[in-house]
């Protein structure tokens, strides 16, 4: 009896392994770049990342939701949330963030670059939240929230507007462009 019990144990302990959630840090030792420090929390039971920027009056975060495939970034300073959809063609899968963080960070010095990601804010608030899922909704309450879709190709070089760029652990670097990052 005494080693059914003990085994049950184990397989709870294997099972919190297999479902934990992970924590990536990464930090700006000399602050030259401006970056300050990000933390990453994986949370694999919700298929959710949520990415924390903190560096001073230029913080921000993210959220990523990979059930619903949408994104937001709340930007501090603004007061403000820009949903847009996930590229998972440039965003790592949930499994793979931690993977491709640890091998950005050693491979720093090798002048690879991250990948980049353009958006275009649309003008008009946001009313439902709702629709981009739970995460993204908590997050984004109370804020003037907008949506942003993606621009690829050559008509993003001619953008004249003011841009809020958001470096998620040299991965991928996001800007999303449009008066409402500005207001």
């Known amino acids: 009896m005494k080693l059914a019990v003990v085994f049950i144990g184990l397989i709870g302990l294997l099972q919190g ?3 934990a959630d992970t924590n990536i840090n990464v930090s700006d030792d000399d602050n030259v770049s401006g970056s300050g420090s990000q933390t990453v929390s994986i949370d694999n039971s ?3 990342a949520n990415v924390d ?5 230029n913080s921000w975060n993210s959220v990523w939701d990979y059930n619903t495939g949408f994104a937001a ?8 949330c820009i ?3 996930l590229n998972r063609d440039v965003v790592p899968g949930l499994q793979d963030l931690e993977k491709t963080a640890k091998e950005k960070r050693a491979n720093v010095h090798t002048g690879s670059s991250p990948k980049s990601l353009q958006y275009q804010v649309e003008p008009e608030e946001v009313e439902n939240l709702t629709q981009f899922g739970t995460p993204i909704e908590t997050m984004c309450r109370g804020l003037r929230t907008y949506k942003a879709e993606e621009v690829q190709g050559q008509s993003f070089l001619f953008f004249s507007g003011t841009c809020f760029r958001a470096d ?4 991928v670097n996001i800007s999303l462009c449009g008066e409402a990052t500005i207001a």
């Open 46 to 48: 919700h298929n959710v």
């Open 83 to 85: 949903v847009h959809k």
């Open 17 to 19: 392994f297999t479902s």
């Open 53 to 57: 920027n903190n560096n001073g009056w």
């Open 73 to 80: 970034v709340r930007i501090f300073a603004k007061k403000t």
């Open 168 to 171: 998620v652990l040299g991965i």
